[in-house]
């Protein structure tokens, strides 16, 4: 079984999901922060319409393997599974970016800001494989102000729709879910932290607010591994007029930077 089939094939969902993310974690140890109480100052909505799965997402290694890296400290990979094919991320034979249910889907920002940087040129890989040497791909990196700063990464190629400098407003299109950068299948990135640079700086707490996690109202809240959320309306309406907007049904361990 080569790279790409075994990334397909491994468990999203279940048991023996549960256990491999543990036995990943052995020996790894979350990098230290100061910001462990903080309080989100910004009223972040989740950035997508429908529900999505939150793969990677939570505050220890097992739940999230990107709480080693001090900017992803409390980053989060979203992505869409079909309930009814066990778990699946993916239609068909998953060897095309098009299987996967939420690629090419739209994403908006989560709250008013200023787009800071962007990239928007980079191919989306083919399932299986992965671009370590522009880990975000395509992204939008927005400044809420009060030193918060959020990072969306991975967009398909050529559908950035926000410039440097523009001001951006909650629930405006940012780009179209994609597979490019440090991503072996199409998946949403999202963190916060403290600066505009990647790699550089301290993540922060990301709380989201008026959502819904696995069928559950949340006022305010950070979603865990494992949960489906929803947002609770902010961006159904509009997501309609979008093509892209088809959702389906709602990992790989390794997927993301």
């Known amino acids: 079984m080569n790279r790409a089939e075994t990334i397909r094939n491994f468990p999203k969902t279940g048991w023996r999901n549960l256990i491999a993310r543990h036995l990943a974690a052995l020996g790894q140890h979350p990098a230290k922060s ?12 989740l ?19 990107h709480v080693v890296s001090h900017d992803q400290r409390f980053a989060y990979d979203f992505l869409i599974l079909d309930q009814s094919r066990s778990g699946r991320s993916f239609r ?20 008013d800001g200023v787009a800071v940087r962007t990239e928007n040129e980079l191919p ?61 299948e199409p998946h949403l990135h999202y963190h916060l932290q403290n600066t505009a640079i990647p ?32 947002c609770e309306g902010a961006f159904s309406e509009g997501a309609l007029s979008d093509p892209a907007s088809n959702n389906h049904a709602s990992n790989d361990h390794a997927f993301s930077d």
């Open 34 to 45: 100061d910001f462990l109480d903080y309080d989100t100052q910004t009223q972040l909505l």
């Open 47 to 65: 950035p997508f319409a429908g529900a999505w799965y939150v793969y990677w997402g939570g505050r220890s290694v097992a739940w999230n393997r």
């Open 92 to 111: 068909a034979t998953g060897d095309n970016n098009a299987d996967y249910f939420c690629f090419d889907l739209p994403i908006y920002a989560p709250a």
């Open 124 to 184: 989306d890989n083919s399932p299986g494989e992965m671009n370590a040497k522009a880990p975000l791909g395509n992204f939008v990196i927005l400044d809420h102000g009060r030193g918060e700063f959020s990072f969306l990464a991975h967009f398909k190629r050529g559908t950035v729709a926000v410039r440097d400098g523009e001001r951006v407003r909650s629930g405006q299109l940012l780009a179209h879910c994609g597979n490019s950068g440090n991503s072996s």
């Open 199 to 230: 790699f550089q700086g301290e993540g922060l707490p990301a709380s989201f607010v008026e959502y819904f996690a696995d069928g559950k109202r949340v006022v305010r809240g950070e979603p865990l591994a494992r949960q489906s959320v929803s």
